[in-house]
């Protein structure tokens, strides 16, 4: 590895997760990284199973932060944030399995491009190792960001080290002074887009991410979310990511993507009304609807902090 091994903090934010942190902490403890230059932190979220007397049983020497209250996912990461000593904070789902050089190999993409404030990593699926779920989002016109190969079969045609829109907080590692530039998280998401929200707010500050395809992992697909608490989530926090970051100019010359796909969303889900799922997600845009004169008053100070061109930014949208 080129340049020196900087100090990293590695965070696996847990909620009720006892039945997956064996597999995630000892996939962590054996990363070909030196092992003197990288900590394992679990945050606990309240959790009401025994997550945390196992971990401090089988895994000494994983530091755990136990939270009286539930605090989200958003806060956990931010906490976490706080507290540790790394250099590059390394965000790890419990229920992601990396491989041994994945925390070596983000590291080594931060070194090689050194105009990133973040490295993201190349997700498979833990059941289907060959298929794809995730190698970097990207963010459209419409305003709906996309899991670059979802579903795909991986035959390599991600593997070059390429920019993308953001990372997904299941397994990417950010520099610490984007972090505290951007004040990390934002907290009203509480789960779910949070790391698309901070991936526009890096766009429009200058910083870069950077995929990393030697950065392996696998991942148990909704093993800690999805179902009804996904959709209220993500129907609220798209259209406050879309309302705090997109460009005024942008958002006027692409009003009809942004409407019409929140009108496709809401259409099919008015479609699937008989599903949980489904009136989840339309509470959560209506969530989303109402809370939009606090979400606007947030973006006067975003949108003020924008350091790069209009054209920065819309190249970085897809059609």
Same mark, same amino acid.
């Given at each position: 590895m080129a340049g020196r091994w900087p100090f990293c903090s590695v965070i696996v934010p847990n909620y009720n997760g006892r039945t997956l942190l064996g597999e995630c902490f000892d996939a962590l403890q054996a990363q070909t990284y030196p092992v003197d230059r990288y900590e394992i932190v679990m945050v606990d979220d309240a959790s009401n199973d025994d997550s945390v007397s196992f971990v401090t049983t089988h895994y000494p020497t994983v530091r755990v932060i136990s939270l009286a209250t539930n605090q989200g996912f958003d806060n956990v990461c931010?906490?976490?944030?706080?507290?540790?000593?790394?250099?590059?904070?390394?965000?790890?789902?419990?229920?992601?399995? $990396?491989? %041994?050089?994945?925390?070596?190999?983000?590291?080594?993409?931060?070194? /090689?491009?050194?105009?990133?404030?973040?490295?993201?990593?190349?997700?498979?699926?833990?059941d289907q190792r060959d298929r794809l779920h995730n190698a970097g989002d990207m963010m459209g016109q419409d305003g709906i960001p996309r899991n670059r190969g979802v579903w795909e079969v991986d035959h390599g045609q991600y593997d070059n080290a390429i920019w993308v829109f953001s990372g997904c907080g299941g397994a990417v590692a950010y520099r610490r002074a984007l972090w505290e530039d951007l004040g990390g998280f934002e907290t009203s998401f509480s789960m779910y887009l949070e790391d698309v929200d901070l991936g526009w707010r890096m766009q429009l500050c200058g910083w870069k991410t950077v995929f990393a395809p030697g950065a392996r992992v696998f991942h148990h697909l909704s093993a800690t979310g999805g179902g009804v608490t996904a959709s209220y989530y993500t129907g609220r926090n798209t259209l406050w990511t879309i309302a705090r970051n997109? $460009?005024? %100019?942008?958002?006027?010359?692409?009003?009809?993507?942004?409407?019409? /796909?929140?009108?496709?969303?809401?259409?099919?889900?008015?479609?699937?009304?008989?599903g949980e799922a489904a009136r989840a997600r339309l509470r959560g845009m209506l969530a989303g609807l109402i809370g939009l004169p606090r979400v606007l008053h947030q973006r006067k100070t975003i949108q003020a902090g924008r350091t790069v061109s209009l054209d920065v930014i819309e190249r970085q949208l897809l059609p």
């Open positions: 931010n906490l976490a944030a706080q507290t540790v000593r790394g250099e590059l904070l390394v965000l790890l789902n419990n229920d992601a399995v $990396p491989e %041994p050089d994945w925390l070596a190999a983000l590291v080594e993409a931060l070194q /090689a491009h050194p105009q990133a404030g973040a490295a993201t990593s190349k997700m498979l699926l833990y997109m $460009p005024g %100019p942008i958002l006027r010359r692409h009003w009809r993507q942004v409407f019409g /796909a929140q009108f496709r969303i809401a259409g099919e889900a008015l479609h699937a009304w008989r």
